[in-house]
């Protein structure tokens, strides 16, 4: 256990609706990241806060938006969901040291139809 | 960030020690050396870090020779269980950090 939640697990939606994926950090830790890994693909960086600023933006999609709340837990919202968007979405949470460790959580299973 | 390249995938029989090459030929003064494993469908796992010569934990090895421009992750006597896909991580956390974790390399430990 990595001491970082996601929820929900499983999110089952259709096309062109809107989604909410939560994460709770590890304890401490002030940054948040979020990934997503389709099928069979790598992990695909999306974007990361610190201490509830944006910090780096990877290829995030225009539908898709994030936040990071007071209380350091975060929000990944996808609109208009497209079969594409199916995938595992992981967020992952660090200490913030001259290091480039992670501890990421279970993960999103997000099913389009 | 510096860019890595490892193997697509390995194979290897239960027993065997298993090492994983890494390039990353533009790596930073300030760039650490993170390896992370990955089993399907859950979150990746921080495995082992280092900065240079040679990082033991209870899981595996790091070395990494004097110029930094490679690493080699040494996983002892792997098992079944090891199968997984392990990615090569470089860079610096500091605020503004853009994450690469590229394809991996999909390691099959054969019974």
């Known amino acids: 256990d990595s001491g970082v939640t996601q929820t929900p697990k499983h999110l089952i939606t259709a096309t062109g609706q809107r989604v909410t994926l939560r994460c709770s950090p590890r304890?401490?830790?002030?940054?948040v990241y979020w990934y997503q890994q389709s099928l069979d693909q790598g992990l695909q960086f999306l974007i990361q806060?610190?201490?509830?600023?944006?910090?780096a933006k990877g290829n995030i999609l225009e539908r898709f938006s994030a936040q990071q709340f007071p209380d350091l837990h975060s929000e990944l919202n996808l609109s208009s969901l497209e079969l594409g968007d199916s995938a595992l979405y992981f967020c992952a949470s660090s200490v913030e040291t001259l290091s480039n460790t992670q501890y990421f959580g279970p993960g999103t299973r997000l099913t389009v139809l | 960030l510096a860019k890595t390249t490892q193997p697509i995938s390995m194979d290897s029989y239960e027993g065997q020690e298993v090492n994983i090459t890494c390039s990353h030929n533009?790596?930073?003064?300030?760039?650490?050396i993170t390896w992370y494993q990955q089993f399907p469908s859950q979150g990746p796992r921080f495995i082992i870090q280092?900065?240079?010569t040679k990082v033991t934990n209870e899981v595996a090895s790091l070395f990494i020779p004097a110029d930094r421009k490679s690493s080699t992750l040494s996983l002892p006597r792997v098992s079944l269980s090891d199968t997984a896909v392990y990615y090569c991580l470089v860079g610096v956390s500091g605020g503004y950090q853009k994450v690469t974790f590229g394809t991996g390399t999909k390691l099959q430990v054969i019974p």
């Open positions: 280092g900065y240079k």
């Open positions: 533009n790596i930073a003064t300030n760039d650490y």
């Open positions: 806060y610190y201490n509830g600023e944006e910090r």
């Open positions: 304890s401490g830790d002030l940054s």
